[in-house]
Structures are given as structure tokens and as C-alpha cells.
């Protein structure tokens, strides 16, 4: 499995709510185009089926030599053996969560600079800082856009690697990253299209380009 900021380049986030296809079928989909973080987001579903998904998710991501990460739900997390967990500001504490499972990766999301830095003291190996860009397309409650110069802002204070999420396009993707971050995530733009092997391979040449 290659280092986890290099797979943060691009990160799929994949959800029932704004994916048009079956998930797993999705996620065979973005591993084979050569995507190496998939987390799984549903608030949709009822909790079997959550874990039902997640465990056929995880097999897929483990062949792929992907990290597989699960939006909120640690226990659901645990019980798959998945590659680690991602937090929001309203779920489990991060230290209380490490505690629980010490091997368990933990990202989590930062809206600012100073949330960023604490989230690192407190041993996140990872953060997702937004809202970039307008991201009430996907999700109506988003923060409003902060543009890239948060992302500038955070990339002087931690260490650890971040990508930057909300409203992220081809258009825009290579911004987030001349600005500092590992990598940039989305839902609905990578896994609405209609071919999602090439807009996936599409934005691989967007964040590559020079």
C-alpha cells in the first residue's frame, strides 16, 4: 500500500445520497482508474446495510491496495477491519476514538487554521479542510466557500498531510494543491459522471499537470 498523503491525492468519497450507481460497482470503478482513498459516507441506510456495504467496500479497497475510510461510524470501522475512520466536528472525540483502537486511522475535518493545529496535536493523521468552494450542491449544510487562502493559512501550521474538500471541479482542483494541500476530495463530481473510470483519470492529469 503506498504512503497514506500520496493516496490523499485523490479521495473519493462515496454516498448513497449523490452517487448514481450501485457502491460497490463505484468503488471497483475508482480503485481500477487508480484511486487510493475511498471513505464511505451514508447517513442514509439503516445500519446492516451500512455494514454490509462497508464490508464488501473494504474487500474491494484491501485487493486494490486502497485505504478504505468510514465517514463517523468507528464501531462500523472496527468491525470491517477497515483502513481508518474520518471524524467531523460532531462525532466521537479523536483522542477517545484512539484510545478504543490504537492502530486505527483517523482523519478529521478542520475548518481553520486553529482547529487544524489542534486536531494534529490531539494525533489525527490526516485532515479535510473546507469549505473550498461552494459545496451546498452536495451538501446543504456546508460552511460558507473559504477559497484557497485557507488553505495556505493551514499548510503553515501542521505538519501532517490535508486535502481540501468543497466544490472542487477540474477547473479549480490543481488551485487547492499549488496552494498546499496532499490532495482535494469530492462526492457527487467523481461519482455522478457518466464514465467514472475517465473523469477519474481526468482529474489525476488535472492535479498532476505542471
Keep these: 500500500m503506498i504512503p497514506l498523503r500520496k493516496a490523499l491525492l485523490l479521495c473519493a468519497i462515496v454516498d448513497p445520497e449523490v452517487s448514481a450507481y450501485d457502491l460497490p460497482e463505484i468503488v471497483k470503478k475508482l480503485t481500477n482508474s487508480g484511486v487510493r482513498y ?4 451514508d447517513k442514509k441506510n439503516n445500519d446492516r446495510q451500512r455494514f454490509d456495504n462497508a464490508v ?3 474487500a474491494i479497497c484491501a485487493a486494490a491496495g486502497a485505504y478504505f475510510f468510514i465517514n463517523d461510524r468507528v464501531d462500523i470501522a472496527i468491525l470491517v477491519g477497515a483502513s481508518g475512520v474520518h471524524l467531523g466536528p460532531d462525532d466521537l472525540p479523536l483522542r477517545a476514538v484512539r ?3 490504537p492502530d486505527l486511522l483517523i482523519g478529521a475535518s478542520a475548518g481553520d487554521p486553529d482547529r487544524a493545529a489542534i486536531l494534529e496535536k490531539e494525533g489525527a493523521d490526516y485532515l479535510g479542510v473546507g469549505a473550498i468552494f461552494d459545496a451546498k450542491a452536495t451538501k446543504p449544510n456546508a460552511s460558507r466557500p473559504k477559497g484557497v487562502s485557507v488553505i495556505e493559512e493551514v499548510s503553515k501550521n501542521i505538519q501532517i498531510p490535508f486535502v481540501g474538500i468543497g466544490g472542487i471541479t477540474k477547473n479549480n482542483a490543481r488551485q487547492v494543491i499549488d496552494a498546499g494541500a496532499a490532495g482535494v476530495a469530492m462526492a457527487r463530481a467523481l461519482t455522478q ?3 467514472i473510470e475517465q473523469n477519474a483519470s481526468d482529474y489525476f ?3 498532476k499537470a505542471n
Design 56 to 58: 464488501e467496500m473494504n
Design 205 to 207: 492529469a488535472c492535479l
Design 38 to 41: 475511498i471513505q464511505y459516507r
Design 193 to 195: 459522471a457518466e464514465n
Design 99 to 101: 484510545s478504543i483502537s
